[in-house]
């Protein structure tokens, strides 16, 4: 019974530990967040919904390539390829969008 207990403890402790690891990574769920060097804001969209749509943000196409970093204002931004989300971004960061799904 106390190894049980023992083997509980160990494991909820390798648990906190796995989560807060994960979360000092910059992963969030549309992608990964990183401080820009220079202290601007830039989005890189690596990837498109489908190969056949065009990328909007805000409304606009997205004037880079994909997988190509563009300055962007932080806050909220609307991406649109086929489906449509919104992510936020923070001042001084790079995100780097790569997932569309649900």
Partial sequence: MKILKVITVLAIKIGAILFIASCASGREL??????????????????????????????????????????IKPGKHEIQCGGKLTIEIKEGTTFIFDYWGP
């Fill in 30 to 71: 549309r992608g990964r967040v990183y401080k820009s060097k220079d202290h601007k804001t830039y989005l890189v969209i690596k990837e498109k919904d489908n190969e056949k749509c065009e990328v909007h943000v805000d409304g606009e196409i997205w004037p880079y390539a994909i997988g190509i970093r563009g300055e």
